[in-house]
């Protein structure tokens, strides 16, 4: 029998590197995108630049450049940059306008929700049938288990998704080749997010959607930055930083002692199906977001015009591309029938999410950021949102919030509905 091979090591191990590398692939992509040379806007009109500085990352860990998994880029980016963007874009935030945009954004989130709840049991039925091996396994690795923590992580994060393993017991041999399809078709269906936002307008057409309050929101917002712009002075960045990374410690800081105390009880927490809310990240983005709401009624707002909201928006760029340094294009290939599964399920959940809003006419910035605060939560959400322009980021996160409080209880339910189908099916 012929030894297995060796894996073959990253070329580039040092994060300080990657971070390097990731820096600079933003730059050309941003300098690339602001040339005049005809090619060049020929190629962004149908290649966003947000897409970019997500997918090549992801081609340095496709092709073995570097490690993503191991990497501890994306920690730093989502627990420090994250928080600290999500205040900066938010403390200029007109909370009315927001308001304004009414109840439509939240029945598309709910929409996306029901789709990634009912995909599950309709992907397994539909490559059940195609592939009958995917129903064997006994025990822990039985495939329906392994699907319940897609659920979780579809609808409320990484949080919920760990719930679910322990709520049904899935094998760890098991968790580890669903999480892969996971950030592949998450992934993927970001992609796929972001070159639409720079089609909403045609989109908005086929959806027979009236973004009007959108772009009036859009509109408030870049009238109140220009109003306030102003050449910033070194005092002003230091204050931006201040404000945007003081937060993220006072966030930390609060959720060091808010888990412990929630841990304490995990058991009462877990018979109501809400163990997941004992999570650090779910209440270090929560109280970062309601740091940013409360500093927006204050002078804290006018650091809009020293450029806290682009701050922010390199801090979110570089998450971008941390996200993308996860994603592995090859990894499709390796289990064929679990990938399908994921392809349909997503495909059910985009169809829902879709006829939903057609049928309310939603515009696309609510069906590209209901369906991202589900499938990719807090994390990537105001990615999305951003994409359309850097104040609507806030949106996005509250609806990830909500996704967090509720993707226990709908994993729950869809992964119930696909342990019977399992039974029905064997």
């Known amino acids: 029998m012929p030894p297995t091979p060796t894996p073959t090591a990253p070329l580039f191990t040092n994060d300080a590197v990657v971070l390097g590398l990731l820096m600079l692939i933003l730059a050309v992509v941003f300098y690339t995108s ?61 909370f009315q306008a927001i308001v304004k945009l009414g109840p439509k954004a939240l029945v598309v989130f709910l929409a996306g929700t029901l789709g990634v709840m009912l995909g599950g049991p309709i992907a397994i039925l ?102 306030q712009l102003r050449i910033p002075s070194l005092q002003d960045l230091l204050l931006i930083g201040a404000v945007g990374l003081g937060s993220t410690g006072v966030a930390h800081y609060l959720a060091d002692l808010i888990v412990p105390a929630l841990e304490a009880h995990r058991a009462f927490w877990e018979r109501l199906y809400l163990g997941s809310i004992i999570s650090g990240f779910f209440w270090i983005v929560l109280i970062a977001t309601t740091l940013g709401l409360l500093l927006s009624f204050t002078r804290a707002r006018t650091l809009e015009g020293a450029g806290a909201s682009r701050i922010g928006s390199v801090f979110i760029y570089i998450l971008v591309a941390t996200i993308g340094l996860q994603m592995d294009i090859t990894a499709i290939f390796k289990n064929l029938s679990l990938f399908l599964v994921g392809v349909v399920w997503m495909l059910v959940h985009v169809l829902v999410i879709g006829l939903v809003a057609r049928l309310i006419r939603a515009p696309y910035f609510f069906v590209a950021v209901g369906s991202q605060a589900n499938i990719g939560g807090a994390a990537s959400a105001p990615i999305v949102a951003s994409a359309f322009h850097p104040a609507l980021a806030p949106v996005g996160v509250l609806l990830a919030v909500l996704g967090y409080v509720l993707g226990t209880y709908g994993a729950w339910l869809s992964g119930l509905v696909m342990q019977w189908l399992f039974g029905q099916l064997q």
Not at 135 to 140: E, I, V
Not at 150 to 159: D, E, H, R, Y
């Open 34 to 94: 602001n040339l005049k040379s005809k090619a060049w806007q020929t190629f962004y009109t149908f290649v966003p630049s947000l897409l970019l500085c997500y997918f090549l990352p992801s081609l340095l860990n496709s092709f073995g450049l570097v490690d993503g998994a191991n990497s501890g880029l994306y920690k730093m980016a989502s627990r420090y940059l994250l928080p600290a963007c999500l205040v900066l874009l938010t403390i200029s935030l007109d």
């Open 126 to 227: 539909v490559v059940g049938l195609l592939d009958p091996s995917i129903l064997h396994g006994q025990g822990p690795d039985e495939v329906w288990r392994g699907l319940a923590t897609i659920a979780g992580s579809w609808i409320g994060g990484s949080a919920n998704q760990t719930a679910m393993k322990e709520v049904f017991q899935a094998s760890d041999g098991l968790f580890s080749a669903l999480i892969a399809v996971d950030v592949f078709v998450a992934n993927l269906w970001t992609a796929f997010l972001l070159f639409g936002a720079g089609r909403s307008a045609q989109l908005d057409r086929w959806l027979r959607a009236n973004n009007q309050a959108i772009e009036e929101t859009k509109e408030r917002i870049a009238a109140y930055q220009a109003s």
